[in-house]
Nanobody, 123 residues
Framework: QVQLVESGGGLVQEGGSLRLSCAPS????????MGWFRQAPGKERELVAV????????YYSDSVRGRFIMSRGSAKNTVYLTMNSLKPEDTAVYYC????????????????WGRGTQVTVSS
């Protein structure tokens, strides 16, 4: 039923690194736009990074650009988010999402979501 499953979250100290994985369940999303989002308590869900199916276009939010990198693996179309130089403000539940459109990058276009993985960065 859940077709995207995130893993790799945990507790890490400030300045450390962590890699999140997003594995498809039941089907592949090779031809989908893929994105990572995060949501902190009391805050709206926000975009972290997005990449097209072809990999020709990628976007990172200003707060993570230069520190995070999103990649798409070949094995079972797993999607990764490598997070470096982590800050306490990166603490949130991180969600993987899939977008079946060709060129609509708005959050409403992402219609398949994982259930999230917790990332906690201590100071």
């Amino acid at each position: 039923q859940v077709q995207l499953v995130e893993s790799g979250g945990g507790l890490v100290q400030e300045g450390g690194s962590l890699r999140l994985s997003c594995a498809p369940s039941g089907r592949t999303f090779n031809d989908y736009i893929m994105g990572w989002f995060r949501q902190a308590p009391g805050k709206e869900r926000e975009l972290v990074a997005v990449v097209t199916s072809s990999g020709t276009y990628s976007y990172y939010s200003d707060s993570v650009r230069g520190r995070f990198i999103m990649s798409r693996g070949s094995a079972k179309n797993t999607v990764y988010l490598t997070m470096n130089s982590l800050k306490p403000e990166d603490t949130a539940v991180y969600y993987c999402a899939a977008n079946p459109t060709r060129n609509d990058y708005s959050i409403k276009a992402f219609n398949s979501w994982g259930r999230g993985t917790q990332v906690t960065v201590s100071s």
